[in-house]
Every structure is written in structure tokens, then in C-alpha cells.
């Protein structure tokens, strides 16, 4: 195997590492379920996939958290 083709499959390798992560990183999202319903900061009505109604609460959230 030429020092080429070992360069090619590393970067396979990489691409395929990047893109198992970026599954993993998905379904450890769609796995932070809200079964309240309501936004853990303001507490108003989210759907029930979302613990936060939008961004700026889940910021402020976190920010809270520290
Ligand atoms: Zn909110």
C-alpha cells in the first residue's frame, strides 16, 4: 500500500469518526425529552421533545446553572 492510499484511508477513517459523532450527538438531543412539557426557565408551554421554549431561555437556563 502506497503512502497515498494510507493517507486516503485515514481520512476515511476521520470522516466516518466525524460523521458517528455527529449521530451520536443527534440522538443524545432527541433523547433529552421533556415529559413537565413546560420550559425548565420560564415554564411555559413547550412540546414535550423541548425543555426549553427557545434559545435565550435555554441560555439563561444554563447560565443560571454556573
Ligand atoms: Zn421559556
Known sequence: MSAD????????????????I???????RADTSN???????CEAETDLTRRWCDAACRDSWQRGEE
Do not use: H, V, W
Open 5 to 20: 492510499r494510507l493517507d486516503q484511508a485515514a481520512d476515511l477513517t476521520t470522516a466516518m469518526a466525524e460523521y458517528s
Open 22 to 28: 455527529n449521530t451520536i450527538r443527534k440522538l443524545a
Open 35 to 41: 415529559p413537565s412539557g413546560t420550559c425548565l426557565f
